[in-house]
């Protein structure tokens, strides 16, 4: 059974049509989340979203994209730290559906998309990053935090890499999500 969840989510075919239908998907999302908002979650949502978005936003200021091995910042205690703030920004606006199934079923779809998305990257990643790379791999845990890399920097922030990895675009859209909800929950209240 598990097998074929994950063939499921390693086909190619599939994730074709999922990344180019992101979009259109999101859009839908955003929609049918607003329209079935619990609002007694849109704090409590808020909070989770955020706390992902502040992840997010230390990654891309960490993180120099193809030039060398991140180990600094939320690298240096766990391998993928990006995917973890996601994780959190999307289950917040899960939660403001304030049901509970559809928090788990959220949770094992995102795990199965995260685990193999992540095999796939640490293959391709072991060719043009080697030993180093290697090492990493061995000293820093794939999902749950440790302690520090030895040799990193935990304190790491860099502006001009939050700007080339486009920080800024993902927290306005995070802001986006969530000035709609708001927005949507005002309009309802007052009857408009």
């Not at 609002?39 to 994209?65: H, N, R, T, Y």
């Not at 928090?103 to 796939?120: D, Q």
């Not at 030895?150 to 999500?177: I, M």
């Amino acid at each position: 059974m598990l097998d074929a969840v994950h063939r499921l989510f390693n086909d190619p075919t599939l994730r074709k049509v999922l990344v180019k239908s992101r979009v259109l998907l999101g859009v839908l999302a955003v929609a049918a989340i607003v329209w079935k908002m619990n609002p007694d979650w849109l704090l409590p949502g808020f909070a989770v979203s955020m706390f992902g978005e502040a992840i997010q936003l230390w990654c891309f200021a960490s993180l120099d994209k193809g030039r060398t091995l991140a180990i600094n910042g939320p690298y240096a205690l766990v391998r993928n730290p990006m995917y973890l703030g996601r994780y959190f920004i999307l289950l917040g606006g899960m939660m403001l559906l304030g049901q509970w199934w559809v928090l788990v079923l959220f949770t094992a779809v995102y795990y199965f998309y995260m685990v193999n998305r992540v095999k796939r990257e640490e293959e391709y990643l072991r060719g043009p990053l080697g030993a180093p790379y290697e090492e990493y791999l061995r000293t820093v845990n794939r999902f749950l935090p440790g302690l520090p890399k030895p040799g990193s920097q935990l304190a790491y922030w860099d502006w001009k890499l939050l700007q080339r990895n486009h920080g800024t675009t993902n927290l306005v859209a995070t802001l986006g999500f969530w000035a709609i909800a708001w927005a949507s929950l005002a309009r309802w209240s007052s009857g408009g």
